[in-house]
């Protein structure tokens, strides 16, 4: 089992950026795809972003074109760059595997607060 810890939210500015970091405890990205997931207080947990053991990269909708997932196998850390963030970004953002199984493990996740 591995274990996945995220890190680098805060409180920012409409408009602003955040970079988060998902760093893992072993080498993994190089076979799992992996993604990015939030959720928003009230709301079901939602899939964000992902990226694949071969780099490919896909977002959904609402983030396409502001946020960038990337991953440095080296390091076995996974981003996330959020720009031009919007008050309903704000949310708690975690990493896992993409998909993830129904007994799939969350960790803390890093709290991301956009505001006006």
């Known amino acids: 089992q591995v274990q996945l810890v995220e890190s680098g939210g805060g409180l920012v500015q409409a408009g602003g950026s955040l970079r988060l970091s998902c760093a893992a405890s072993g080498s993994i990205f190089s076979i799992n795809a992996m993604g990015w997931y939030r959720q928003a207080p009230g709301k079901q947990r939602e899939w964000v972003a992902l990226?694949?053991?071969?780099?490919?990269?896909n977002y959904a909708d609402s983030v396409k074109g502001r946020f960038t997932v990337s991953r440095d196998n080296a390091k076995n850390t996974m981003y996330l760059q959020m720009n031009s963030l919007k008050v309903e970004d704000t949310a708690v953002y975690y990493c896992n595997r993409f998909p993830t199984a129904a007994w799939a493990s969350w960790g803390q996740g890093t709290q991301v607060t956009v505001s006006s």
């Open positions: 990226i694949t053991s071969s780099g490919s990269t």
